[in-house]
Protein backbone atom coordinates (compact mmCIF):
# COMPACT_ATOMS: atom_id res chain seq x y z
CA UNK A 1 0.00 0.00 0.00
CA UNK A 2 1.43 3.70 -1.14
CA UNK A 3 0.34 7.63 -1.26
CA UNK A 4 -2.82 8.05 -3.09
CA UNK A 5 -3.69 4.24 -3.41
CA UNK A 6 -7.77 3.12 -3.22
CA UNK A 7 -8.08 0.05 -0.56
CA UNK A 8 -10.92 -2.04 -1.17
CA UNK A 9 -11.64 -4.43 1.63
CA UNK A 10 -15.11 -6.95 1.46
CA UNK A 11 -15.96 -8.10 5.14
CA UNK A 12 -17.46 -10.78 4.82
CA UNK A 13 -19.28 -12.53 8.50
CA UNK A 14 -20.32 -15.75 7.69
CA UNK A 15 -21.16 -16.28 11.76
CA UNK A 16 -24.98 -17.50 12.32
CA UNK A 17 -27.69 -15.75 13.95
CA UNK A 18 -27.37 -15.88 17.93
CA UNK A 19 -31.11 -17.10 19.21
CA UNK A 20 -30.00 -17.29 22.58
CA UNK A 21 -32.33 -14.55 24.48
CA UNK A 22 -29.92 -14.03 26.89
CA UNK A 23 -26.56 -12.01 26.52
CA UNK A 24 -23.68 -13.82 26.39
CA UNK A 25 -20.59 -12.20 29.55
CA UNK A 26 -17.56 -11.45 28.74
CA UNK A 27 -14.65 -13.97 29.88
CA UNK A 28 -16.58 -16.89 28.92
CA UNK A 29 -19.07 -16.33 32.07
CA UNK A 30 -22.14 -17.26 32.95
CA UNK A 31 -25.27 -15.71 30.69
CA UNK A 32 -26.26 -12.19 32.13
CA UNK A 33 -30.13 -11.92 32.34
CA UNK A 34 -31.47 -9.77 30.26
CA UNK A 35 -33.71 -8.13 32.58
CA UNK A 36 -30.65 -6.67 34.61
CA UNK A 37 -28.67 -6.09 31.63
CA UNK A 38 -27.01 -2.54 33.44
CA UNK A 39 -24.50 -3.74 35.32
CA UNK A 40 -22.11 -6.14 35.22
CA UNK A 41 -19.59 -6.96 38.12
CA UNK A 42 -16.75 -8.61 36.62
CA UNK A 43 -13.81 -5.83 37.22
CA UNK A 44 -16.02 -3.29 38.07
CA UNK A 45 -15.43 -1.72 41.86
CA UNK A 46 -17.44 1.03 43.00
CA UNK A 47 -15.65 3.15 44.82
CA UNK A 48 -15.74 7.17 46.37
CA UNK A 49 -17.24 9.10 43.61
CA UNK A 50 -18.37 6.09 40.66
CA UNK A 51 -21.27 5.77 39.83
CA UNK A 52 -22.67 3.51 37.54
CA UNK A 53 -23.13 4.44 33.66
CA UNK A 54 -26.75 3.46 33.62
CA UNK A 55 -27.95 3.02 29.99
CA UNK A 56 -24.72 1.45 29.08
CA UNK A 57 -24.00 -2.32 28.80
CA UNK A 58 -20.53 -3.77 29.39
CA UNK A 59 -21.14 -6.44 27.40
CA UNK A 60 -21.33 -7.67 23.94
CA UNK A 61 -24.04 -4.96 21.73
CA UNK A 62 -24.99 -7.02 19.05
CA UNK A 63 -24.06 -10.73 19.30
CA UNK A 64 -22.02 -12.30 15.85
CA UNK A 65 -21.99 -8.73 14.66
CA UNK A 66 -19.18 -7.12 13.31
CA UNK A 67 -16.90 -4.35 11.81
CA UNK A 68 -13.72 -3.46 10.91
CA UNK A 69 -11.13 -0.53 11.62
CA UNK A 70 -7.85 0.83 11.07
CA UNK A 71 -5.17 2.23 12.23
CA UNK A 72 -2.23 4.41 11.00
CA UNK A 73 -4.59 5.44 8.06
CA UNK A 74 -5.94 9.01 7.81
CA UNK A 75 -8.85 8.56 6.35
CA UNK A 76 -12.81 9.90 6.81
CA UNK A 77 -14.48 8.36 9.74
CA UNK A 78 -17.76 8.28 7.18
CA UNK A 79 -19.51 5.64 5.49
CA UNK A 80 -17.71 3.36 3.95
CA UNK A 81 -14.30 4.32 5.26
CA UNK A 82 -13.80 3.89 8.88
CA UNK A 83 -16.98 4.25 10.47
CA UNK A 84 -16.88 2.02 13.34
CA UNK A 85 -20.11 3.27 15.13
CA UNK A 86 -22.30 2.93 12.13
CA UNK A 87 -20.69 0.32 10.31
CA UNK A 88 -22.15 -3.39 11.87
CA UNK A 89 -22.00 -6.18 9.45
CA UNK A 90 -24.35 -8.49 10.84
CA UNK A 91 -24.62 -12.73 10.43
CA UNK A 92 -24.27 -13.61 7.33
CA UNK A 93 -24.09 -9.89 5.94
CA UNK A 94 -21.17 -8.06 3.96
CA UNK A 95 -20.26 -4.71 3.75
CA UNK A 96 -17.60 -3.27 1.26
CA UNK A 97 -15.15 -0.84 2.63
CA UNK A 98 -13.51 1.70 0.52
CA UNK A 99 -10.73 3.90 1.81
CA UNK A 100 -9.31 6.79 -0.13
CA UNK A 101 -5.25 7.21 0.73
CA UNK A 102 -4.27 10.85 0.61
CA UNK A 103 -1.28 11.54 -2.13
CA UNK A 104 0.42 13.17 0.76
CA UNK A 105 -0.11 10.48 3.60
CA UNK A 106 2.64 9.95 5.62
CA UNK A 107 4.93 6.93 5.91
CA UNK A 108 4.48 4.90 9.17
CA UNK A 109 3.08 1.30 10.74
CA UNK A 110 -0.79 1.02 9.72
CA UNK A 111 -2.76 -2.59 11.11
CA UNK A 112 -6.11 -3.30 11.48
CA UNK A 113 -8.78 -4.85 13.43
Do not use: C
Amino acid sequence: VKRGDRIKVKLVNLLEPYEDPAIPRREGQDHLNASNMWFQDVGQIMSGSQTLMHGHVNNFHVVNTTNFHTHGFHVSPLVPQDNVIDIQVGPQDSFQYDYALSPYHSGGVTWYH
